[in-house]
């Protein structure tokens, strides 16, 4: 089934380094969403970008896709030890349901 | 402002006993309503989605079960739990009418972290 693959499935960095995150999927898509999990926390969405956009921006978060390759990344510029979490991609699966990968953990090391 | 609850936030049931989880949604109309279960460092697994009063999708054949009694309430449960029912149970919602996931993004619950014993 239509799934996010997130990578690296883990990531540490230093405070103050960029993070990047990439996620591939297989199918066609309406969207991809970025999200990120506290950790035992519920998820809180981040980016929706549509399939006829290339790059979005909010903040120090930015989000690319690429249709052609069927990927899409997630950059947290100046990392703080505050980003540290799991962050996933998801596509919606039809018109009623979202997909989740199964995320990347990254740590912000101070 | 649109807020959803989720009780209790955490549970320790033995193998076995029933389980009821219950999720409402405040502020808003007809929204779609979603179950998912996240096993320890793991993804999301979808369960169980909504439309609409009575109206349940499910997606993974298991021993768990969903209702919609009312609209902005989404109930989980078990008659008997099994051990592979533990996991992290979080509840999403997205805006009704024209709110769907190929439009729109999900919110969610703080989860509730079930340990069957």
């Known amino acids: 089934s239509q799934q996010g693959e997130e990578d690296p499935q883990a990531l540490s960095i230093q405070e103050g380094e960029n993070a990047t995150m990439n996620c591939s999927y297989k199918?066609?898509?309406?969207?991809l969403q970025w999200y990120r999990q506290n950790s035992g926390r519920g998820l809180v969405h981040l980016i929706l970008i549509r399939s006829n956009e290339r790059e979005k921006h909010s903040g120090r978060l930015r989000v690319t896709l690429d249709t052609s390759k069927k990927s899409s990344s997630l950059l947290i510029t100046a990392s703080r030890a505050a980003d540290t979490a799991s962050y996933f991609c998801?596509?919606?699966?039809?018109?009623?349901?979202?997909?989740f990968g199964q995320g990347t953990r990254l740590t912000i090391n101070p | 402002s649109q807020t959803i609850h989720q009780w209790p936030a955490t549970l320790v049931q033995p193998v076995g006993s029933p389980l009821s989880l219950e999720c409402t949604v405040e502020g808003t109309s007809n929204p779609n309503l979603y179950w998912y279960r996240q096993a320890a460092g793991r993804g999301l697994q979808l369960l169980f989605y909504?439309?609409?009063?009575?109206?349940i999708s499910s997606e993974v054949p298991q021993n768990l079960s969903a209702s919609r009694p009312q609209d902005r309430q989404f109930i989980l449960s078990s008659k008997k739990l099994l051990l592979s029912d533990s996991g992290f149970y979080l509840c999403?919602?997205?805006?009704?009418?024209?709110?769907?996931?190929?439009?729109?993004?999900?919110?969610f619950g703080n989860g509730t972290r079930l340990t069957v014993t």
């Open positions: 199918t066609s898509i309406n969207n």
């Open positions: 999403a919602w997205i805006g009704g009418f024209q709110g769907a996931p190929n439009n729109s993004p999900l919110h």
């Open positions: 998801a596509i919606a699966q039809g018109a009623q349901k979202l997909v």
């Open positions: 909504s439309v609409g009063i009575g109206q």
